[in-house]
């Protein structure tokens, strides 16, 4: 067991509805954001933090034993809160676990990192990287800066690609990207219980009849996805219209985000 598990993003939706089910996992959470937790119970340590901000995110990581990275810009939006959130503040983060003792850390990339791969693509974890976003190209950056602190010092980090972790897949799309949000708590948990971790790749998926993505790489770490997109298709046939074929949220692996402009400020 953890002694102390930073979840960063806390406060957002995904850290709510997983923040919960982590608390068996360390004997305490240290939950932070920079907008106010609403959920936290009173044994829990809230930390509210800018990423941007190097001494605010040293204090952050401070006595963990491990991060879950799920803050920072999660949608598009003009470059500079991403360049704020997403750049600085991931190299922030990693300045702050060299400094004390370089503790695990998954780090939540995402599938728009790839986007603009047909949806009859099937990667597996060493492909190109075809960003569909500014959100994305963050994404990469997240992974490349892993990457090189675990060359340079050691640093290990798992690099999950999220997907679509939502309750259940909500369109058509999300039969193929859909990540169960009990899949991701059995992620964590096996990550975080390794023995070695590495830097590792590891996409964000359940084990959909209709997903893109190829985990075999993974079979020593001992984890499987067990959940399964397909549950849901005749609910989602009967509810969800059916966009055409060469709409982006049927054609591309990143959905909408192929169709975004570059944002300016003010702009979205």
């Not at 939950?31 to 001494?55: H, K, N, R, S």
């Not at 990540?179 to 998926?205: H, K, Y």
Request: proline share 6%; net charge negative.
């Amino acid at each position: 067991m953890l002694k102390r598990l930073l979840i960063t993003g806390a406060a957002g939706g995904l850290g709510r509805a997983l923040t919960p089910h982590l608390r068996g996992i360390a004997e305490t959470l240290r939950l932070a954001d920079i907008a106010p937790i609403p959920d936290a119970l009173p044994e829990d340590e809230i930390v509210q933090c800018d990423l941007g901000d190097a001494a605010a995110v040293d204090a952050m990581v401070a006595g963990c034993d491990g991060i879950l990275h799920l803050g920072g810009v999660s949608v598009e939006t003009p470059f500079a809160p991403i360049l704020q959130a997403n750049i600085l503040g991931l190299y922030n983060l990693y300045e702050a676990a060299r400094a004390h003792g370089q503790p695990r850390i998954i780090f939540a990339s995402s599938n728009h990192t790839v986007g603009f791969y047909d949806q009859t693509d099937r990667l597996s974890a060493d492909c190109t990287f075809r960003p569909d976003s500014l959100y994305g190209v963050s994404k990469i950056f997240g992974e490349a800066l892993a990457r090189m602190y675990f060359e340079k010092f050691g640093q290990e980090s798992a690099l999950v690609r999220i997907g679509s972790c939502t309750p259940e897949p909500e369109n058509h799309r999300m039969l193929g990207s859909w990540f169960s949000q009990g899949d991701f708590l059995s992620l964590i948990g096996t990550v975080f219980a390794a023995p070695g971790l590495g830097c590792t790749i590891i996409w964000g998926a359940s084990a959909n009849d209709a997903g893109w993505w190829d985990n075999s790489h993974l079979d020593w770490l001992g984890w499987q996805a067990q959940d399964n997109a397909e549950d849901f298709r005749a609910k989602i046939e009967a509810t969800v219209p059916r966009p055409p074929a060469d709409a982006p949220i049927m054609k591309y692996q990143g959905g909408v985000f192929t169709q975004f402009p570059i944002y300016k400020d003010g702009e979205q």
